[in-house]
């Protein structure tokens, strides 16, 4: 059973920075693609970055290029997202999520089949 379990989220001020780690276990992390989410509150969930299998590819949503960036290490079966620049509109819940199959970097969230519990960020003004 795949289990992805968030941390490093929190509280900081406009302009400052966090890194998210999402830790994956139940079958071999680094044949899968991986990608990042984020619902604030009243909205719906939504796309911030992918990757695939072996880091060489990613993709961003338009809001957060230049500013997140999504990776991996698949010898700690651990996923990244270094968020510089912080903006009070990035304040959300960010998920990891995994498809049950794909190599591959997907910005659908119709391509994952699995989730973590989630981690809180807020940015004050």
């Known amino acids: 059973q795949v289990q992805l379990v968030e941390s490093g989220g929190g509280l900081v001020q406009a302009g400052g920075s966090l890194r998210l780690s999402c830790v994956a276990s139940?079958?071999?992390?680094?044949?899968?693609?991986m990608g990042w989410f984020r619902q604030a509150p009243g909205k719906e969930r939504e796309f911030v970055a992918a990757?695939?299998?072996?880091?060489?590819?990613?993709d961003y949503v338009d809001s957060v290029k230049g500013r997140f960036t999504i990776s991996r290490d698949n010898a700690k079966n651990t996923l990244y997202l270094q968020m510089n620049s912080l903006k009070p509109e990035d304040t959300a819940v960010y998920y990891c999520?995994?498809?049950?199959?794909?190599?591959?970097?997907?910005?659908?969230?119709?391509?994952?089949?699995?989730w973590g519990q989630g981690t809180q960020v807020t940015v004050s003004s």
């Open positions: 999520a995994a498809p049950d199959s794909g190599s591959s970097y997907y910005s659908s969230e119709r391509s994952y089949d699995y």
């Open positions: 139940g079958r071999i992390f680094s044949r899968y693609g």
């Open positions: 990757i695939n299998w072996s880091g060489s590819h990613t």
